[in-house]
């Protein structure tokens, strides 16, 4: 079992950047694609970044290429999300989530494990 716990959320202004951190335990992190999903009010939770197992490939949706990028740091079991130009349009609560698949996925029911989330709100 892998728990997961997201941080560094918070309210910015446009045009300002966050870093979002995962950390993982109970699991061999290093075996795990991370991904990155987010979920605005009303809306259905959405693919943001993932990332494979050795930091070597990367994948992004296209409102956030860019502007976001993923990265991980295998011997600390932690995932990041860096966020620069935001927009009022990132305002949601932010997830990641662990998948011990072949492959990255954009689709969050593949995901197995998920941390709790961390709220990013961005002023206009």
């Known amino acids: 079992q892998v728990q997961l716990v997201e941080s560094g959320g918070e309210l910015v202004q446009a045009g300002g950047s966050l870093r979002l951190s995962c950390v993982a335990s109970?699991?061999?992190?290093?075996?795990?694609?991370m991904g990155w999903f987010r979920q605005a009010p009303g809306k259905e939770r959405e693919f943001v970044a993932a990332?494979?197992?050795?930091?070597?490939?990367?994948f992004y949706a296209d409102s956030v290429k860019g502007r976001f990028t993923i990265s991980r740091d295998n011997a600390k079991n932690a995932v990041y999300l860096q966020m620069n130009s935001l927009k009022p349009e990132d305002t949601a609560v932010y997830y990641c989530a662990a998948d011990s698949g072949l492959i990255l996925k954009v689709t969050p029911k593949w995901y197995e494990y998920w941390g709790q989330g961390t709220q990013v709100t961005v002023s206009s």
């Open positions: 990332i494979s197992w050795s930091g070597s490939s990367t």
């Open positions: 109970g699991g061999t992190f290093s075996t795990y694609r």
